[in-house]
C-alpha cells in the first residue's frame, strides 16, 4: 500500500515517521511538551508505512519534508535503516553516525541543507545509564543478549563497547535475528568499530532458538528486546518456556503494546532476582534528542527533567 503524504503544512509542523504513530503517548505528549518548550504553533503528524516499505515511498515523504517550507522535520522510528538506504542522497549533509552506521533517525533542516542524523547511539546510551549500575560489568563479569539486528541494536552495541568505557564492558555481545540479511549488516558495521570484545551473530528464525541462547548467558547479564515484536507487531522473540538467566537485568526496548517479552521476564523477576526496565526513558532521550535538533533548541538536564514529569502522566 503506497504512503499517503500529509497536506502542505500551514504551520511548524514535525513529522513522525513510524507504522502505527496514532498510538504513541507522543501525540498527547508533544503539545505539552511544545508549550513548555517555547514552540509557538508547532505540531507534530504522524506519517505511517508499512514495515519495509518500498523505497520510492520514502524518496516521497523525504521529498516532501525538503521542499514544503513548513516541514522542519521528522523522528524516524522502524524505518531507520530502510529509509537511509532508499533516501541518503537528498540529503545536503548526513552525520558520522549516521554514514557509519546506515541508518537515520532524525531529519532536520539548516541553512538551506536538509540534514540527517543517527541519534540513537546518544539516546540508547543515556537510557542505559538511568538504570545500569556503575562498573556493573567490570564487576560482574556478565554478557549482553541483544535480539533483533536493527538500527537500535546497532546504537546499544556501538555504546557497549565504546572506548571511553575504559575495560568496563561486558565479558560479550550475542546478536541473534529472524533474518540472515540485517545480522550480516550489523557484523560488518560493527566491525568498522574494532570491538574490544567478542560478539557473536546468531541466525534465530524461531524463538525457541532464542530461548537456546538465552539459557547459556552467564548470571548479572542484560538480555534485551530490540526485535519491535509486542509493540509494532504481536508476540515475543522468547517462548513462555525461557528461563532468564539468574541476577540479571532485562531490557524491554518498547514501552507500548502487549510487551509481551516484559511479561515473561517479569514473571521470573522475584524468582531469578531480575530487574526489567521498559522502554520509557529511552523514548524521552530519542524524542527530546531529536525535537532539540529539528527545533533547534537547547534541552538541558534540568528541562529534560520537566518534560519527563511533564510525559509521566501519558506513560
Known amino acids: 500500500m503506497a504512503v499517503e503524504l500529509p497536506k502542505k503544512a500551514t504551520q511548524p509542523t514535525m513529522y513522525f515517521i513510524g507504522v502505527?504513530?496514532?498510538?504513541?503517548?507522543?501525540?498527547k505528549v508533544f503539545p505539552l511538551w511544545a508549550e513548555e518548550l517555547g514552540l509557538k504553533d508547532a505540531v507534530l503528524k504522524g506519517i505511517d508505512m508499512e514495515i519495509h516499505a518500498d523505497p520510492d515511498d520514502y524518496r516521497k515523504v523525504v521529498d516532501f519534508i525538503k521542499n514544503d517550507e513548513q516541514s522542519l522535520g521528522a523522528l524516524v522510528t522502524t524505518h531507520k535503516i530502510d529509509?537511509?538506504?532508499?533516501?541518503?542522497?537528498?540529503?545536503?549533509?548526513?552525520?558520522?553516525?549516521?554514514?557509519?552506521?546506515?541508518?537515520?533517525s532524525s531529519i532536520s533542516k539548516k541553512e538551506g541543507r536538509l540534514e540527517g542524523y543517527a541519534k540513537d547511539p546518544i539516546s540508547s546510551g543515556l537510557a542505559l545509564e538511568a538504570f545500569l549500575p556503575e562498573d556493573y560489568w567490570r564487576s560482574y563479569g556478565g554478557e549482553v543478549f541483544i535480539m533483533g539486528a536493527g538500527g537500535s541494536s546497532i546504537a546499544v552495541t556501538s555504546y557497549l563497547i565504546n572506548k571511553k568505557h575504559n575495560g568496563n564492558y561486558p565479558s560479550k555481545i550475542i546478536v541473534s535475528n529472524r533474518s540472515k540479511p540485517r545480522l550480516v549488516s550489523m557484523e560488518k558495521i560493527i566491525k568498522q568499530l574494532n570491538p574490544p570484545i567478542p560478539i557473536e551473530y546468531h541466525l534465530c528464525p524461531q524463538p525457541?532458538?532464542?530461548?537456546?541462547?538465552?539459557?547459556?548467558?552467564?548470571?548479572?547479564s542484560l538480555i534485551i528486546n530490540a526485535t519491535g515484536l509486542g509493540k509494532d507487531r504481536p508476540g515475543s522473540p522468547l517462548t513462555d518456556a525461557c528461563e532468564f538467566p539468574r541476577d540479571s537485568l532485562v531490557w524491554e526496548f518498547?514501552?507500548?503494546?502487549?510487551?509481551?517479552?516484559m511479561h515473561q521476564a517479569l514473571r521470573q523477576k522475584d524468582?531469578?532476582?531480575?530487574?526489567v526496565e521498559d522502554g520509557w526513558i529511552y523514548f524521552i532521550h530519542g524524542w527530546t534528542q531529536v525535537i532539540a535538533e529539528v527545533f533547534h533548541i537547547d534541552i538541558d538536564s534540568a528541562r529534560l527533567k520537566r518534560l519527563s514529569e511533564i510525559a509521566q502522566s501519558y506513560r
Do not use: V
Open 254 to 261: 518498547n514501552y507500548r503494546g502487549d510487551l509481551d517479552f
Open 208 to 220: 525457541e532458538d532464542n530461548d537456546k541462547l538465552l539459557e547459556k548467558l552467564k548470571p548479572h
Open 83 to 104: 529509509l537511509y538506504n532508499a533516501a541518503k542522497d537528498m540529503f545536503e549533509y548526513l552525520d558520522p553516525y549516521a554514514k557509519a552506521f546506515g541508518e537515520l
Open 20 to 27: 502505527t504513530t496514532k498510538q504513541s503517548s507522543i501525540m
Open 271 to 275: 524468582n531469578k532476582n531480575l530487574y
